[in-house]
């Protein structure tokens, strides 16, 4: 484990003794980079991100709590992304290479979300896996509730060469259109344009397939999942996204949305999600 710095924001970097690699931003418990053992980079991060104390970074995986989107009263995604987390841990445990961050109320004070929380996520690398976990806790005597993602930004060589299996004839809900219900045809999901899915209810593995290489996603407590490209239009006006870069990422986004997860005094709640790199994989259409 080395503390490092990237664009002025303090910064773990991981590697297991196989070669894999990780880089986490304290801003946000942000992960940065992930190398697989022998690989190259697997995660989208954009040469236009910004990275002030109240951004939120675009690429990587921010990590969406209390609140997804406007789905609220709160910032929008919430405040986790853009607050400093605290390190605990970062080493092998238990044949693992992780890093452990911390972020609790005391931590985030005079925040518009008034409930006391304990958040603890966990990046671990090795081999071709990469596995988040996002534990929630409710210390304080009241029931509260929460909306959570891993807004999961993944490199591809071409948008329109990817595919998204999995999802077939699961229901959604169309943020491209008002929020219509639809249900996914019995086929993968293509990217000819602006995608903004939230898919209700998902089964645990959901396959990404690029040129040569194929992604699974498999998730674990979250019970849906969020396909977003924002397509060329919609990017031309996202101001930190380069110029075409929307060809270069899909987001895979662990998540819960549609219902909040309500947390009892003393309860807690873990959501994963665990990538795995297949390679040389002949993209399916
Ligand atoms: O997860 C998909 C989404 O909610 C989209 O609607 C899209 O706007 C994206 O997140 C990015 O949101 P951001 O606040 O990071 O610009």
């Not at 924001?9 to 690699?21: E, N």
């Not at 609220?72 to 452990?100: I, M, Y």
């Not at 194929?214 to 998730?219: A, R, V």
Request: proline share 4%; with cysteine.
């Amino acid at each position: 484990m080395i503390r490092t710095l990237w664009n002025g924001i303090a910064a773990t970097r991981l590697q297991s003794a196989d070669g894999a690699s990780a880089l986490i931003a304290d801003h946000g418990a942000h992960l940065l980079s992930w190398i697989p053992a022998g690989g190259a980079e697997t995660l989208f991060l954009s040469g236009h991100t910004r990275f002030g104390e109240n951004d939120a970074i675009r690429g990587g995986v921010p990590i969406i709590f209390p609140q997804f989107g406007e789905r609220g009263n709160g910032v929008r995604h919430g405040f986790a992304r853009t607050c400093g987390w605290r390190l605990d841990f970062a080493g092998t445990k238990e044949e693992q290479t992780l890093a452990r961050y911390v972020l609790t109320d005391t931590d985030t004070k005079n925040l518009a979300w008034p409930h006391r929380y304990r958040l603890t996520y966990e990046v671990a690398i090795g081999g071709q896996q990469l596995q988040l976990r996002l534990t929630v806790q409710n210390p304080s005597d009241t029931t509260w509730q929460f909306n959570a993602a891993l807004h999961t930004y993944l490199r591809v060589q071409d948008i329109a060469a990817v595919s998204v299996d999995g999802l077939r004839k699961v229901s959604y809900i169309d943020q491209v259109r008002n929020g219509d219900r639809a249900v996914q045809a019995d086929a993968p999901l293509c990217f000819g344009g602006e995608v903004d899915r939230i898919y209700v209810g998902t089964p645990d593995t959901v396959q990404l397939r690029d040129v040569g290489r194929m992604i699974t996603s498999d998730q674990l407590g979250f019970p849906d999942t969020v396909v977003w490209n924002p397509g060329a239009q919609k990017a031309a006006l996202l101001s930190d996204l380069t110029p075409g870069a929307h060809a270069s990422f899909v987001c895979m986004e662990a998540a819960a949305v549609e219902l909040g997860i309500a947390l009892a005094p003393g309860e807690s709640w873990r959501g994963e999600q665990i990538l795995t790199l297949h390679g040389d994989e002949a993209p399916q259409r």
